[in-house]
């Protein structure tokens, strides 16, 4: 590995961790599209900042950049509170026009400038690493690395302060309104936060594939955990790992590595959607046939049972008319004289105690 | 209980409430007393769970004024304690019943500090109230409606205020879990505490409830069970479109 490609990962890591930590929050608050809203309009915000600083690496451009995100967030917010068009439409509006606002000042003012619109949309990571931080002759490593560590540190103080304030304002906002927190307060917080990150992720990765570092892990970690802060870890481990097996994809494939580090997030939700144990798409279709096999052994019982009564059976369990298959209605069969609760005599069905027992406990029980 | 002296637990004082250009609650001045517990009855569009949010400020008023035990709500927040409508929040949220109910003591905890093991204790001990304690780690997805409206009437207690506003505790409960809830509530009343829920079923106000305040976006009636939950106030609140009343009830039940 060389020390460029090692420089690439060490920023990919960083980024994948930043964008996962808020991405968690936002994708419990059903707010995952504000991202695509945020990380565009800030493109508005930076060359606002920039015709005032005329300096590409000024810190002001970040700041700017933040708010401007903040600013889509108000005004799609606005929008939606006088009530003329949904909430989805009015995301719609609002930021594909800041968005275009910037690409107007961009094609007209600042064509010098190096932002093209192909970095905005994509990024450009192998490149990053070349603006390094130089103090007194000693190279300190790649610049970017140090912005996103910053921003990094400041989303992980922002969770370990805010933690139980984020939590009960995501899960019951009128609940923590009620005694006192300020969600509205913890709300625009969180937007800036994540505006933040995608100024800083925007180098890296380009306004379009930050949503997939910010909402694909905490979708993957939330199919596979029942707790909060697990999802979060999660959601960081799944981010790091697209980040650094993307670039080696891209490494092998020769292609960008953006692309590459969104596209294995997309593999892995897809993995994660099929194979989670039990929200998973296998695990629920397992757990439906075993249902449907419990139900059908369950039935079978009870008429055993009830015929040994003399009681009236609708369903007479040697005809198996209550299958509906006759394939199905052997491997019912079959199940159960395996865990031996019937056994076979001369072609007729009989319960042994074993499955009189499981009637008694499971079916009439309920 | 209400004594000349003591201020009620509850004074709401020309409230009034719209969204957009519609008016929700018009001028509604209520009182109630320390230690009552209070239907809050009308029907849909009647403005009963704005009355509770609003008392609450957790909806703009476009005017009116709200006192808890004589001083503005803004100052006895931690007087006051919700149970919001079950159905209000998302139950996939990854967290377990005793983290739910923990968040009752948030309020008390304040900004930034974290809930400890006392906080933990209360937790579990209000679960215990609630009769969930063995559900105490369960993820809270998997709770039957029934089981959410006492992991919120658990998240109530932790809070320990001296007033109740519940929002439908009974909606789409099991049998069980509504005597519960009427047991416990009772025995908050039975200790001075105040109690006003958002009540839907008719033929059941007379049993649980000795309060109750009528409603229509303006205020039909409040007072008494006994001597304001008659037929009369029950025709201007609902129109013709209630078939219960009280007047009947001895004789045969609606349903």
């Given amino acids: 590995m060389s020390p460029h490609q090692f420089d690439i990962q060490l920023l990919a890591i960083i980024v994948a961790a930043s964008c996962a930590i808020p991405g968690a929050f936002l994708v419990l608050r059903r707010m995952s599209m504000m991202t695509d809203a945020i990380s565009h309009s800030i493109l508005l915000g930076i060359i606002l900042a920039f015709f005032l600083v005329k300096d590409l690496s000024s810190p002001i451009l970040i700041i700017g950049a933040a708010a401007s995100g903040v600013l889509a967030i108000s005004l799609i917010e606005a929008v939606n509170r006088a009530r003329l068009v949904k909430k989805d439409a009015s995301i719609g509006i609002v930021f594909p026009f800041l968005f275009s606002v910037a690409v107007i000042l961009l094609s007209k003012y600042a064509r010098n400038v190096h932002i093209d619109t192909h970095s905005v949309l994509l990024g450009e990571i192998a490149f990053a690493p070349f603006n390094r931080l130089i103090l007194s002759g000693m190279d300190l490593g790649p610049k970017s690395a140090y912005v996103m560590g910053s921003i990094l540190l400041l989303n992980l103080l922002f969770i370990s302060f805010f933690y139980k304030e984020l939590k009960v304002s995501t899960f019951d906002e009128s609940f923590a309104s009620s005694i006192g927190f300020r969600p509205r307060l913890i709300h625009y917080l969180l937007m800036a936060v994540v505006s933040l990150t995608c100024v800083g992720a925007f180098d890296a990765v380009g306004s379009i594939l930050v949503i997939a570092l910010i909402v694909i892990p905490p979708c993957c970690a939330y199919l596979l955990t029942d707790s909060l802060f697990r999802m979060i870890l999660l959601s960081v481990v799944f981010g790091i790992s697209a980040a650094v097996s993307g670039f080696w994809v891209a490494n092998w494939l020769d292609v960008n590595i953006a692309g590459s580090m969104a596209f294995v997030c997309g593999v892995f939700f897809l993995m994660v959607f099929l194979l989670a144990p039990q929200r998973g798409l296998f695990g629920i279709m397992r757990e439906k046939r075993k249902q449907r096999m419990d139900f059908a052994e369950a039935s079978l019982l009870v008429s055993l049972y009830n015929q040994e009564r003399g009681e009236s059976v609708k369903n007479h369990p040697d005809s198996r008319s209550m299958f509906r298959s006759a394939d199905f209605a052997s491997k019912v069969v079959e199940f159960l004289k395996q865990k031996g609760e019937i056994a076979v005599a001369g072609g007729k069905l009989f319960l042994t105690e074993k499955g009189r027992e499981r009637v008694r406990t499971t079916v009439e029980g309920r | ?255």
């Fill in chain 2, 1 to 255: 209980m209400s004594s000349g002296e003591q201020s009620p637990a509850v004074r709401v004082t020309d409230l009034t409430v719209a969204y957009g250009d519609k008016t929700v609650l018009w001028d509604i001045d209520l009182e109630i007393p320390i230690g009552s517990m209070v239907a809050v009855v009308g029907p849909n569009g009647a403005g009963k769970t704005t009355l509770i949010k609003s008392i609450q400020g957790l909806v703009p008023r476009v005017a009116g004024v709200v006192s808890i035990h004589g001083k503005p709500y803004e100052k006895q927040r931690k007087e006051v304690s919700y149970v919001p409508q079950r159905g209000s929040v998302d139950w996939d949220f990854p967290t377990s019943v005793v983290d739910t109910v923990k968040m009752g003591s948030y309020g008390d905890l304040g900004w930034i500090r974290r809930p400890g093991k006392k906080e933990h204790e209360k937790a579990l001990s209000a679960l215990e109230k609630v009769d969930m304690l063995e559900f105490a780690q369960r993820q809270i997805s998997q709770l039957s409606g029934g089981q959410q409206q006492r992991v919120f009437l658990a998240r109530a207690l932790v809070q320990s205020a001296s007033v109740y506003l519940l929002d439908e505790p009974f909606q789409g409960v099991d049998a069980t879990t509504e005597k519960a809830i009427v047991r416990i509530l009772k025995e908050l009343t039975d200790g001075g505490k105040t109690v006003l829920a958002v009540h839907h079923d008719l033929n059941t106000v007379s049993e649980y409830y000795e309060q109750i305040a009528i409603l229509n976006v303006g205020l039909v009636a409040s007072g008494r069970v006994d001597e304001v939950f008659n037929s009369e106030n029950l025709m201007k609140a609902y129109g013709g479109k209630t078939s219960f009343f009280p007047e009947r009830k001895s004789s045969r039940r609606a349903v």
